[in-house]
């Protein structure tokens, strides 16, 4: 008889406004509390909510760390290289990309600029030595290696043909070898000596006797030019001009550089001495 007393006692407690005020307020109180979390994921993590990325490209690494940490991001150095002329710690790249849409604590990984300065040494750099000298500074370039010519030597092979390099005012590669380790700065500048077919010695060729036209012909194929032509006796159209004298004088023994001139006297007689 107890029992069922006990049980109608609850069931009439359980269907009551009292224990449906009490539910009422327990699970009222449990949404505002779930409500209450989500507002602080909301505000503190801003979980959900992306944001647009900013541009790290060109700042100083330590400047885009402290703009990422305003923003509670976290920048990784994933990749360095050299650049010349660029100073240290510079950003180059970045992974993603400026304006992408991520959330915050998102990693950030750049490409910064290298603070020691790259080099290579003489060994490592392409053969220079007898060839084309613009075909050799294009590869240069790509090493990041400037070239100026510093001067030209008379060589009777193929003109602008490397036959010096400079480093420094050193010389680092000639016919005799190249001093393989010395060592060249990213940036830097190699000066070259370049071939040319003048400027070599010849032998004053001997023009005495001979005529106007003939020194023409001696003269191009000594690589010599034709000065000037001082002439004695009359300018008819169909004269014939013979070399009485030059300058310098030829005497078997003496050389001039190739391109220079020699100038003549020329007469219409042709000298006795020629006979």
Known sequence: MADNNSEGGFLKYVFSM??????????????????????WLRIY???GQKIELPDFIGKNIGDARQMATDHDFEIIAADSLFIVGKPGGLITDQN?????????????????????????????????YG???????TELKYRDIESVIKDYKYDPGEPNHIL??????????????????????KGGTLEFVLSRRDGGDVMIPNLKCVTLDEAKFILE??????GDISKRGEDAEDAVWYIIAQSPPYDGITNIKMGDKVSVTVATKKPDICD
């Open 164 to 185: 010096e390099v400079y480093y420094n005012g050193e010389l680092v590669i000639s016919r005799d070898g190249r001093k393989d380790n010395v060592v060249i700065e």
């Open 221 to 226: 194929s000594s690589r010599l030019m034709l």
């Open 96 to 128: 993603p990309k400026p304006g992408s849409m991520v959330k915050e604590r998102r990693k950030i990984y750049v490409t910064v600029t290298k603070y020691i300065k790259e080099t290579v040494r003489v060994a490592d750099l392409p053969t220079l």
């Open 18 to 39: 009292v224990f449906v005020k009490q539910l009422l307020m327990i699970m009222g109180g449990l949404l505002i509390l779930l409500l209450l979390v989500l507002l």
């Open 131 to 137: 060839n084309a000298y613009e075909q050799k500074k």
């Open 45 to 47: 993590t801003h979980h």
